[in-house]
């Protein structure tokens, strides 16, 4: 027996982008679900937790939720560069506790919340437009029936791809991590470690979670470099190398690992009764591979565009459609300038890095945030060349300003 559920909106996958549109939907009084494959919400991390703090308290994401970070170091082969700051502006979070509460807060708005629901199938209607989706649930076969499906299943994205909209993504980023506790912790200061041997195509860091816990990690881009992060991962924490070596004995909590799409802002996110969010919508910010804050953003502007829709009774892609002109607006043109930075990124040998880290060395804070945020609003980049004459810095103005025009 099929045991089938009629709601106004179903949404597949309680991440941070399923958890934040149940919130809003469910909060303009939507009948609203949200399906979860996992025994519980965050049950597996696959990501290290790195956001800002403006963004933590725009969403009002508690203060036990994450540890706070003022010091931003980078490390080359040859060079070492640590920018500090007086205040924290970034921060890594206790990912399991901040995705709970963002699914409470929902749940708290009245959404439903099901878990070890495995979404595989779309449900149809006579014209080929999505109506529900199926799979298996805690007693076996199971239908959801609604009027708008939001795809937030993440990398996978199972619902988009089952309705033939999208393909797999070609390109994306791998990343390994461990959660370890370790004997010589600064909880203040991150590290991102760059260079062909700490990562090929990509970048290494410590995310410090508390003053006896941090996270290391290798992120590799894919098909750039064919580098297992996982074996690459072993191979730093047992080689003791560059900003590792400090951390004295480590001991491993647990292991994460996770894909993220890296193909930039290629795929249409609204159809008939449908739209996508969060990675499964490609919103991440290419340069670090953080998507946690746009999940959350645009999952909360699905949730009420979707609202809207079901409100007044049309679920088209035209009225769907104020969603994407949303989060194109937003950050279409940034994504686009971070793309660029990525692909000169990419290219770099051990020298080019070296000398990469002397001009990370000239910006102040809030511009070295501003880059690593992709924040290139054209008044930021022009301050920051004005400030900065050096050759290098200028070549990274033109970089951004050539991939707006
Ligand atoms: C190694 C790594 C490190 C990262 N580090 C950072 C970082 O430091 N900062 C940052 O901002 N971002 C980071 N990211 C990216 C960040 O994790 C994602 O952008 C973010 O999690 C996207 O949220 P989401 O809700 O769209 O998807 P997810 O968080 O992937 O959530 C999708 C949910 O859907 C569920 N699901 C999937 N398929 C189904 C199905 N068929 N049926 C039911 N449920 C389903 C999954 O179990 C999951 O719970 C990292 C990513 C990786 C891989």
Redesign the pocket.
């Known amino acids: 027996m099929v045991q089938k559920f009629e709601y106004d909106l179903v949404i597949?996958?309680?991440?941070?982008?399923?958890s934040s549109a149940a919130f809003e939907a469910a909060k303009r009084g939507i009948r609203t679900a949200l399906?979860?494959?996992?025994e519980s919400i965050a049950e597996t991390v696959?990501?290290?937790?790195?956001?800002w703090i403006q963004n933590i308290k725009e969403f009002g994401i508690p203060e036990d939720c994450f540890n706070p970070i003022k010091n931003y170091s980078f490390c080359s082969p040859n060079n070492e560069v640590t920018i500090s700051d007086e205040l924290p502006s970034a921060a890594v979070l206790d990912v399991r506790k901040t995705y709970r509460w963002l699914a409470d807060q929902a749940a708290k708005q009245g959404a439903e919340i099901f878990v070890k629901?495995?979404?595989?199938k779309v449900i149809k209607d006579d014209k080929g437009d999505i109506v529900g989706v199926s799979?298996t649930g805690l007693q076996g076969e199971i239908e959801f029936h609604s009027k708008v499906v939001i795809d937030?299943?993440?990398?996978?994205s199972?619902v988009c791809k089952a309705m033939n909209f999208v393909t797999q993504w070609k390109r994306f980023?791998a990343?390994a991590?461990y959660e370890v506790k370790a004997e010589n912790i600064d909880k203040d200061t991150w590290w991102l470690m760059v260079g062909q041997k700490y990562s090929p195509a990509g970048y290494a860091w410590i995310f410090p979670v508390s003053k006896d816990v941090v996270r290391i990690?290798v992120?590799i881009g894919k098909p750039e470099s064919s580098v297992d992060p996982t074996e690459r991962l072993k191979e730093l924490i047992e080689t003791k190398i560059g900003p590792i070596g400090k951390l004295g004995k480590i001991t491993p909590i647990e292991f994460?690992y996770?894909?993220?799409p890296n193909d930039g802002l290629s795929r249409k996110t609204v159809y008939n009764n449908l739209i996508l969010?969060?990675?499964?919508a490609g919103q991440?910010n290419p340069l670090v591979?953080?998507?946690?804050?746009y999940?959350i953003k645009f999952g909360r502007i699905a949730g009420k565009v979707a609202a809207q829709a079901i409100k007044v009774g049309k679920t088209d892609e035209e009225s769907l459609a104020p969603y994407e002109k949303n989060w194109r607006k937003e950050i279409q043109s940034k994504i686009n300038s971070a793309g660029k930075v990525q692909e000169r990124w990419i290219g770099f040998s051990d020298d080019d890095w070296d000398k990469e880290l002397d001009v990370i060395k000239e910006l102040k804070p809030e511009e070295f945030l501003d880059f690593i945020k992709a924040d290139f609003g054209l008044t930021n980049m022009i301050k920051l060349a004005t400030r900065h004459p050096k050759l290098a810095v200028r070549q990274l103005f033109n970089l951004v300003k050539n991939a707006k025009e």
Request: charged residues 15%; negative net charge; hydrophobic residues 30%.
């Open positions: 597949v996958g309680g991440g941070p982008a399923g399906l979860e494959r996992e696959r990501t290290s937790g790195v956001t629901t495995n979404v595989n799979g937030a299943s993440g990398f996978s199972t980023g990343g991590e990690g992120g994460h996770g894909l993220i969010v969060g990675d499964s991440a591979l953080e998507g946690i804050r999940a």
